[in-house]
């Protein structure tokens, strides 16, 4: 399967802990987006990496997260000091090219519980 | 990207044809109408998009209104694996590559 994967599928974790997440886009594919889903809602827009440049950040990010697509193909997502407020599900997805009706390819996200 | 608006809920029946209404009337010339549905426990995955005329594809059709403020996401016939949350979506085709501001969608039930 050529899909976007996403690891792990599901992390309980207790408030106050470091959770690190992990993004593999469809390879070849130059923009990866990260998003935000709780429960009810429709995703909402954390962050965008077009190869290894982040060019765009939401307010939703605080500082306690941080996104790395070091060498242009994988990102992570990293929220340190997770809170109660963080639990939902995270949301990749990937499309190719630059035009503004290129289709997202998302994984299946991690559901992230905080204790 | 403009505000769009979609009832909460709708319901069909199996093998029949499903109309999924969005309203969009702040829509700009420059925007895109794009669908997007959720299946339970995956993420979104894309369905169709158009900027004025009606467009066709393996999944379903889109019916858009001439002044272009409201377009239908038609399915042709509902089943059973359509029961999801659909997401009308304007993307302005000046902002490449921006992500996608999803509302909180139509959730679709089907009965066998």
């Known amino acids: 399967d050529t899909g976007v994967s996403q690891d792990p599928r599901h992390k309980i974790t207790k408030r106050g802990q470091n959770v690190t997440f992990r993004c593999d886009p469809i390879?070849?594919?130059?923009?990866l987006y990260w998003y935000r889903q709780t429960l009810g809602q429709g995703p909402e827009f954390l962050t965008y990496?077009?190869?290894?440049?982040?060019?765009?950040k939401s307010r939703l990010l605080s500082d306690r997260f941080s996104a790395e697509r070091p060498k242009g193909s994988f990102s992570t997502l990293e929220i340190q000091r997770t809170e109660q407020g963080d639990s939902a599900m995270y949301l990749c997805?990937?499309?190719?090219?630059?035009?503004?009706?290129?289709?997202?390819?998302f994984g299946p996200g991690t559901r992230l519980t905080v204790l | 990207d403009a505000k769009t608006t979609q009832p909460n809920s709708m319901e069909s029946n199996e093998e029949e044809p499903v109309h999924l209404p969005c309203n969009h009337s702040?829509?700009?010339?420059?925007?895109?109408i794009h669908w997007y549905r959720q299946l339970p426990s995956q993420g979104p995955e894309y369905v169709i998009h158009?900027?004025?005329s009606n467009v066709n594809n393996r999944m379903a059709s889109l019916a858009i209104a001439e002044d272009r403020k409201s377009s239908t996401l038609i399915l042709h016939r509902a089943t059973l694996r359509d029961a999801a949350v659909y997401y009308c979506?304007?993307?302005?085709?000046?902002?490449?590559?921006?992500?996608?501001?999803f509302g909180k969608g139509t959730t679709l039930s089907v009965s066998s």
């Open positions: 997805a990937s499309t190719g090219g630059t035009g503004p009706n290129n289709e997202q390819f």
């Open positions: 390879s070849e594919h130059n923009r």
């Open positions: 990496f077009q190869n290894e440049a982040q060019l765009e």
């Open positions: 702040t829509i700009s010339g420059t925007d895109y």
């Open positions: 158009g900027l004025t």
């Open positions: 979506i304007l993307r302005d085709s000046n902002q490449a590559g921006t992500a996608l501001i």
